[in-house]
């Protein structure tokens, strides 16, 4: 009989080593569950994923952190011969020379204020005539810090009109005169303070900088000199031969 009411008894007490795991195992579910929610929270509707990730790429580009940030100053692969294309190329011939070699290409800025290129440097030497790309109307000629500036607005290319300014140049315009394409502007100042032995060649529509040589048609951008092609049944010059068109006709004793 005792030994039934212990066997009862033992029975009848609680399990108490089970008690410790049973709540561990429900801590590390919690804990897993919070883990859970946090995620989804954090990435967000399914839907709108890609704009966050886009809008994480742009930050990081305009802020010139990760990998694939271009660096500032650095003009994208392109910039200096791709036409912009709301410019049109209205140009008529360079701004001197023929096709001179450009020193130093269109750089744009990362933003309005920070490091580049806001125009091209064209080789020519002081004294070298500076002539208008286009017909326009001068709207500025005077020293700028130490430096003459020629600014002129082209006709005919909306408003704001676009306008081309050159410097260093020893202006022989003034303000208001109304000029042809290809009509001298003034020279280039032997010296000035961006570069020596160049022509600063910039471009504007309202307070937003362009890239100039988006004026320039393919013929004068890219294209070399003229060359004459022959014409069937024209003897090349320097060359005594005879048409194959029109045979020559025996000669004759011109009449007495």
Known sequence: MRTRRWVRGRARLPVLPAAPAVMSVMTVLAVVGVLCVLGVLAAGPPGRT????GAVAAAAAVSGRGAAAAP???APEGARRVPDPGVPAVARNWPVGVRPAVLRGWEPP????????RGVDLAAEGGTPV??????????AGPVAGRGV?????AGTGDPPLRTTYAPVEAVVEE???VAAGEVLGSVQPAGSHCTGCLHWGLLRGD???NPLS???????DAGPSRLLPVLGVPLPGRAEVSPVRPAAPWRRPPP
Do not use: M, N, Q
């Open 131 to 140: 002539r208008a790309v286009a017909a326009g109307r001068v709207s500025f």
């Open 215 to 221: 004026l320039l048609p393919p013929w004068l951008l």
């Open 150 to 154: 020629v600014s002129l607005e082209l």
């Open 72 to 74: 500032r100053g650095a």
């Open 208 to 210: 937003v900088y362009l």
């Open 176 to 178: 208001g005169d109304v």
């Open 50 to 53: 890609p704009r966050a990730a």
């Open 110 to 117: 990362a933003t309005p204020y920070g490091p580049g290129h």
